[in-house]
């Protein structure tokens, strides 16, 4: 018995794959066990470690961490999606006098990491006369930039998947470029597209962290301040833990919003589960346009 991908593994073959995960997943929980008995050993786990933590005002800058993070990412993410709608529009232009200055344009910020973007606006833009930039501004656009590119080719992606008849029909009827992007294209590229773009706010989200280098104050760098106490015996490991399973938890909630848009945009009665129904019913609705198109020729 065989897959399109690959051969059924046989009775033999099932029993040694179970032995390897078996072994793995020992290997693995060896491994955890033998870092959480040194942090043990090293009081790691001490009350004394933890003693800052007891503190109402502690968790009052916690909370005000976490509320930076949030806003620079909010911020980050509107202003990513409405750049890569932007860019793309401009990739798919088809004058050359706006199609090739955005190409530069997004494969230049594509290619440069967030972290040096946020460098060169913190550091680099004063130093031209540009003193109003802060660490909070300096994070938002440098992950505007990052982002803002790289979704302008998950939304061209999406809409160079889409079947050539969907534009062909369109222009049947006599609409314009402008009318077959916003009105065809986009909302099927953006809802086939969904879950990579939320994904992608994830890393959005993850990448604010980076702002600690700039003294941005995020979860990351009061972290570092934390961990870093000398008077509570450096904290470090449970400050990683706690500043850990918040930066968990928050990257959690939006893969469970992906996950319950994939869900929602399969499950919609607008169109059918079956890849090829979906398919079948796209042609459908094409050839009624064509025929309404020449219908309106003829008259």
């Given at each position: 018995?065989?897959?399109?991908?690959?051969?059924?593994p046989g009775p033999r073959a099932r029993v040694r794959n179970r032995?390897?995960?078996?072994?793995?997943?020992?290997?693995?929980?060896?491994?955890?066990?033998?870092?959480?008995?040194?942090?043990?050993?090293?009081?790691?786990?001490?009350?004394?470690?933890?003693?800052?933590?007891?503190y109402t005002a502690v968790w009052r800058k916690i909370g005000s961490?976490?509320?930076?993070?949030?806003?620079?990412?909010?911020?980050?993410?509107?202003?990513?999606?409405?750049?890569?709608?932007?860019?793309?529009?401009?990739?798919?232009?088809?004058?050359?006098?706006?199609?090739?200055?955005?190409?530069?344009?997004?494969?230049?910020?594509?290619?440069?990491?967030?972290?040096?973007?946020?460098?060169?606006?913190?550091?680099?833009?004063?130093?031209?006369?540009?003193?109003?930039?802060?660490?909070?501004?300096?994070?938002?656009?440098?992950?505007?930039?990052?982002?803002?590119?790289?979704?302008?080719?998950?939304?061209?992606?999406?809409?160079?998947?889409?079947?050539?008849?969907?534009?062909?029909?369109?222009?049947?009827?006599?609409?314009?470029?402008?009318?077959?992007?916003?009105?065809?294209?986009?909302?099927?590229?953006?809802?086939?597209?969904?879950?990579?773009?939320?994904?992608?706010?994830?890393?959005?989200?993850?990448?604010?962290?980076?702002?600690?280098?700039?003294?941005?104050?995020?979860?990351?760098?009061?972290?570092?301040?934390?961990?870093?106490?000398?008077?509570?015996?450096?904290?470090?490991?449970?400050?990683?833990?706690?500043?850990?399973?918040?930066?968990?938890?928050?990257?959690?909630?939006?893969?469970?919003?992906?996950?319950?848009?994939?869900?929602?945009?399969?499950?919609?009665?607008?169109?059918?589960?079956?890849?090829?129904?979906?398919?079948?019913?796209?042609?459908?609705?094409?050839?009624?346009?064509?025929?309404?198109?020449?219908?309106?020729?003829?008259?």
């Amino acid at each position: 018995m065989s897959t399109v991908l690959y051969d059924a593994p046989g009775p033999r073959a099932r029993v040694r794959n179970r032995i390897l995960a078996v072994v793995a997943t020992l290997v693995v929980l060896g491994i955890v066990a033998f870092i959480v008995y040194q942090l043990f050993a090293s009081g790691q786990f001490s009350a004394a470690k933890w003693e800052l933590f007891r503190y109402t005002a502690v968790w009052r800058k916690i909370g005000s961490a976490t509320v930076s993070t949030l806003s620079a990412f909010v911020v980050a993410a509107i202003g990513s999606l409405l750049l890569g709608l932007i860019l793309s529009v401009g990739r798919a232009s088809n004058h050359a006098w706006v199609r090739v200055p955005v190409t530069v344009f997004t494969e230049i910020f594509r290619a440069i990491p967030v972290l040096i973007l946020m460098l060169i606006m913190y550091y680099g833009l004063p130093t031209v006369g540009l003193d109003f930039i802060t660490p909070y501004t300096a994070v938002v656009t440098g992950l505007i930039l990052y982002n803002g590119s790289v979704l302008a080719e998950v939304f061209r992606s999406g809409i160079e998947s889409l079947p050539s008849g969907q534009a062909e029909a369109g222009y049947a009827i006599g609409m314009r470029k402008t009318g077959v992007m916003s009105v065809i294209l986009y909302p099927q590229a953006i809802r086939a597209m969904l879950p990579v773009i939320i994904s992608q706010l994830v890393v959005v989200l993850k990448d604010t962290a980076l702002g600690f280098i700039i003294t941005f104050n995020e979860l990351l760098y009061l972290a570092k301040f934390y961990g870093s106490q000398v008077t509570y015996g450096s904290p470090i490991i449970p400050s990683t833990i706690i500043f850990g399973s918040i930066y968990i938890g928050l990257c959690l909630l939006l893969a469970a919003l992906a996950k319950w848009v994939e869900v929602r945009s399969r499950h919609s009665k607008k169109l059918p589960r079956d890849p090829g129904a979906r398919d079948d019913l796209a042609a459908a609705e094409t050839k009624a346009i064509a025929m309404q198109a020449n219908q309106v020729g003829r008259g």
